[in-house]
């Protein structure tokens, strides 16, 4: 990467710090966020996650990562703010060390500023590539699942890529990989599945089962842990009485709802991705073409090849995911549970982007221009999301925060039972909305009053 551009980068990065900044400023509590506070604030945190445990869902690690912090905050807002911005940037360290241990193995020379580039654009790439960036980023119950989820598999990546056997970083990446296993059953078995994989390549590799074993010892604890947990997450009761709630699950229904999500996600998702692919996936073709006088070894297939097979491995693990979310919930899933689609497209628009630039596929002339290309593109859209969200976001945040001012004062003061109608609240941009119902007996509304311990039942003016 040239300085000029190093620099052009950075200023498009900037900008997108500023608006998710700005955008966590104006976040606010939602929806299930309510019922867990009540829950935790009532029962406990031992409690909330074993009642879960019993009668919803098997998601202990989530469940207890998110009470601890309902615990500790209550309905403070104030406190959830930097959530979002502490998640990615998590993601950002993640994926900069990770991408070290990886040059490290590789022989790869990139240079700090380039890993905090590349980690950063990442980051970026995986913000926007999402299908519902309030829900995913913004929703804090949701993040404990899914978003922390994915932190977790990087970062436990990251602990098991570290080439040392030290008791510290196994430690590490076991706490990580638990999580994992005890937050989401798709998303742990995707991951389960890359670990399967990457240690039956290993083992085709190793010349025999004990050399297997003395190489990947470290490898196989975390493998272990991550089964152990999934299956402690699997004998959950609560799943059962949740899986109750679904329609009746059937394989050939199942492959209709699948490809349902093919036609989603190549119609109504990717083509409104390809700016944003365009903008933070162009740093790691210029990676690729800064290494690229490097030789690796299984990095010696043609362009073409080698994205006919990563393009195949990619549709077929996407259909493991689409399938199993359409076996499990009999639909095509909400959009937080996408994340993970959407990182596992962020993972391949990266190591497309980079072995195009490892092989040279552009002239220095085509380079220049296409940088210069992104770089516009990229400003634009920065300084159009923040200049648009910004009036939006602040104009839901005001309006919410009336709202609970008021509903709050008048639970003060009024007597016996009673129907409050409340004004609605205005688009919420890329934030997720806390928007109640018209009918009071819309989970919602109940929610709001139960984080709030109103005495009066609350509906949306129509």
């Not at 296993?181 to 083992?203: D, K």
């Not at 119609?267 to 700016?275: A, G, S, T």
Request: a positive charge; glycine letters at 6%.
């Amino acid at each position: 990467m040239s300085e000029a551009y190093s620099k052009q980068l950075t200023f498009i990065l900037i900008l997108f710090v500023c608006l998710l900044l700005m955008l966590s400023f104006f976040n606010r509590l939602a929806t299930d966020d309510y019922y867990f506070i009540w829950d935790v604030r009532n029962h406990g945190i031992i409690t909330g996650v074993t009642s879960q445990y019993m009668e919803w869902c098997g998601r202990f690690a989530a469940t207890f990562a998110m009470d601890f912090f309902y615990k500790a905050f209550d309905v403070n807002y104030s406190y959830f703010i930097l959530f979002p911005f502490i998640s990615a940037l998590l993601i950002f360290a993640g994926v900069y060390f990770l991408l070290g241990n990886v040059a490290s193995k590789l022989s790869f020379v990139i240079t700090p500023v380039q890993k905090r580039l590349i980690a950063a654009s990442f980051t970026a790439l995986l913000f926007f590539l999402c299908v519902d960036i309030g829900e995913s980023w913004f929703w804090f119950c949701a993040q404990s699942s899914y978003m922390w989820s994915i932190i977790a598999f990087i970062w436990g990546c990251v602990f098991l890529s570290d080439g040392k056997n030290t008791f510290f970083s196994t430690t590490l990446a076991l706490l990580c990989i638990v999580y994992v296993g005890g937050s989401s059953e798709v998303y742990s078995v995707i991951f389960g599945l890359f670990f399967t994989l990457y240690l039956f390549h290993n083992y085709r590799h190793s010349g025999n089962f004990k050399s297997f074993l003395s190489i990947n010892k470290k490898a196989l604890i975390v493998y272990s842990a991550l089964g152990i947990s999934f299956i402690i997450f699997l004998i959950a009761p609560g799943n059962y009485l949740r899986d109750g709630l679904f329609p009746e699950h059937q394989f050939l229904n199942s492959c209709y709802i699948t490809a349902k999500s093919f036609a989603k996600f190549g119609i109504f998702y990717l083509p409104f991705k390809l700016p944003y692919i365009f903008i933070f996936a162009f740093p790691f073709l210029l990676l690729g073409d800064d290494v690229k006088s490097i030789e690796v070894k299984f990095l010696q297939l043609s362009l073409k090849s080698f994205f006919i097979k990563i393009s195949i491995a990619f549709t077929i693990v996407l259909f493991i995911f689409f399938f199993i979310v359409a076996y499990v919930m009999v639909e095509t899933g909400p959009p937080r549970m996408w994340l993970l689609s959407s990182f596992l497209f962020a993972i391949y628009c990266s190591v497309v982007f980079f072995y195009a630039g490892y092989k040279g596929v552009l002239k220095e002339k085509s380079l220049i221009s296409l940088k210069y290309c992104s770089v516009v593109i990229g400003v634009g859209l920065m300084l159009f999301h923040l200049i648009y969200q910004y009036p939006i976001a602040s104009k839901y945040a005001k309006a919410n925060d009336e709202r609970i001012e008021f509903i709050t004062t008048l639970n003060k003061t009024i007597k016996g039972d009673s129907l409050v109608y409340l004004a609605p609240l205005p688009p919420a941009g890329m934030l997720y909305s806390t928007e109640i119902a018209s009918d009071t007996s819309h989970f919602t509304n109940k929610e709001l009053r139960l984080g709030y311990d109103l005495k009066f039942h609350v509906a949306l003016r129509k």
